[in-house]
């Protein structure tokens, strides 16, 4: 989820786990209860803690109590469940399992090449599957460096140096990995204790953007197209007032449809997206709220709508999925440490589950840089990167992608809308604890920061600050 909830930039605000869990704490607190509401609370927090713990352990390579300290026990609200929140990692079976008071059991499971599925309590187990047989190719993105660290002196390695360090009486920022890319060549990169080139760690709400770019891919094939009803089944029928809403809708956030999302573990969208065990069939029951295309409201249920409509446009299963971004976009861009998390129906988490290294993150990002061409090879259709940078309605959210060239703070949030030490021409990638993606057109520069933050707003003061120092030191390079 991305605006902050579990998603993440929040998917962007994302207060994430940090509402849901103050609801497991007061389901703990009324233990005799039997409060549907509290109850679903309290599951949904207990889903979205064995679904991190499973990325973390199984596909970034953290140890679980390393996870579970940085992760889960600084939210906010976990004072009051810590003592009652139990968990179990089978490091031989892939599953952790994640109970509160006794009950609200969750789990998730580990498959090779699959990612972590959740298991909803009381729904069947999905069957095991192979992993997906798909040959790499040769990317036709030309190396951004070599496999060794790229680590440089000068002030610019200095500064991203210091970012990876919290000092003594500031904000845990827990900043994990920097990459700087300028011109398509990685010129500075740094490294937190435990990660390196080659570590998977969870973008969040960056997965939209990437759910953008295999949008695009569709767009550009002639197998979608922005303004035509979105192929949901449920809106089939033109009496439906749902019909009317379009694919450009969703990558907007302008559905209309009613599921709020407030990551506080009551609200519709974050017991979707983590006690649901097909959750793009769960969003498209919801009602309209108001007309689509008349009001901006992020959630990351548009964007799971959207995935459903990528998975089916390609075949109908995960390993469908797989082969075409694999063959469209992560082989071409050399991505090679890309892991997709899908729910039980074999539909791509593609709202907030995607995890990737920071390099694969920068290649993607030169995508954007590139306008969409690799190698003189176009991938995404002709003006989708400025589509996708463009402002929606009056805000600072483009489709997918968050612009620069907003003032003030995303509404509910408390955070900026953009980042004041880029240039107006800056668009990023955003998720939940201070996952980002810049795309820096004017000065040809991509910059990736990973972190397990619990600044709230995604942390995007402290990327500001990293991008501002980044800039700074590269101008005053001889």
């Known amino acids: 989820m991305h605006t902050a909830p579990f998603h993440t930039a929040l998917s962007a605000p994302i207060r994430a786990l940090r509402c849901c869990l103050l609801a497991a704490g007061l389901a703990v607190a009324l233990a005799g209860c039997a409060s549907s509401r509290i109850g679903k609370a309290a599951q949904t927090a207990t889903g979205f803690a064995s679904q991190l713990l499973c990325d973390d352990v199984f596909v970034t390579g953290i140890d679980a109590q390393t996870a579970f300290a940085e992760r889960i026990e600084p939210m906010p609200g976990m004072g009051l469940a810590v003592a009652s929140l139990k968990r179990d990692v089978d490091l031989q079976r892939g599953e952790v399992t994640v109970s509160l008071a006794g009950g609200y059991v969750s789990r998730a499971r580990y498959r090779e090449g699959l990612g972590c599925v959740a298991i909803p309590a009381g729904e069947p187990e999905p069957p095991d599957a192979p992993p997906p047989a798909i040959p790499l190719g040769s990317a036709i993105l030309p190396e951004i460096a ?14 991203i140096r210091r970012a990876v360090v919290d000092v003594d009486g500031t904000p845990r920022h827990r900043t994990k990995a920097i990459v700087v890319l300028r011109d398509g060549k990685l010129i500075a990169e740094a490294y937190a204790q435990g990660y390196g080139v080659d570590t998977p760690v969870l973008g969040f709400s960056m997965s939209k953007s990437v759910t953008n770019a295999l949008v695009g891919i569709l767009v550009r094939q002639g197998r979608l197209a922005l303004d035509q009803p979105a192929p949901v089944p449920a809106w089939s029928d033109p009496a439906d007032p749902r019909h009317a809403i379009t694919v450009e809708q969703l990558l907007r956030q302008t559905s209309g449809l009613d599921l709020p999302q407030n990551n506080s573990g009551f609200d519709i969208t974050s017991q979707i997206m983590y006690t649901a065990r097909d959750k793009a069939g769960a969003s498209a029951e919801a009602p309209l709220a108001v007309a689509p295309g008349t009001r901006w409201a992020y959630t990351d249920t548009n964007y799971m709508l959207l995935s459903r409509i990528v998975r089916d446009a390609v075949g109908g299963s995960a390993a469908d999925v ?15 440490h890309v892991v997709i998390d899908f729910d039980a129906t074999g539909t791509p988490i593609g709202s907030s589950h995607l995890l990737a290294s920071a390099r694969d993150w920068a290649r993607f990002g030169q995508l954007y840089l590139d306008d969409g061409v690799v190698g003189g090879r176009r991938i995404l259709p002709a003006g989708w990167v400025q589509f996708s940078a463009t402002p929606t309605l009056a805000t600072g959210y483009g489709a997918g992608w968050w612009t620069n060239r907003a003032e003030g703070k995303v509404p509910g949030w408390g955070a900026p809308w953009g980042l004041a030490n880029a240039p107006k021409d800056a668009f990023f990638a955003r998720g ?22 619990h600044v709230r707003g995604d942390d995007i003061e402290e990327t500001d600050r990293i991008v501002g120092e980044a800039l700074a030191a590269i101008e005053a390079a001889p």
């Open 146 to 159: 070599q496999a060794a660290l790229v680590a440089p002196g000068g002030t610019l390695q200095a500064a």
């Open 322 to 336: 797989h082969a075409f971004a694999q063959a469209e976009l992560f082989g071409p861009l050399g991505m090679r």
């Open 432 to 453: 939940f604890m201070g996952q980002f993606t810049v795309v820096i057109p004017s000065r040809r520069l991509v910059i990736v920061r990973l972190s397990v933050s």
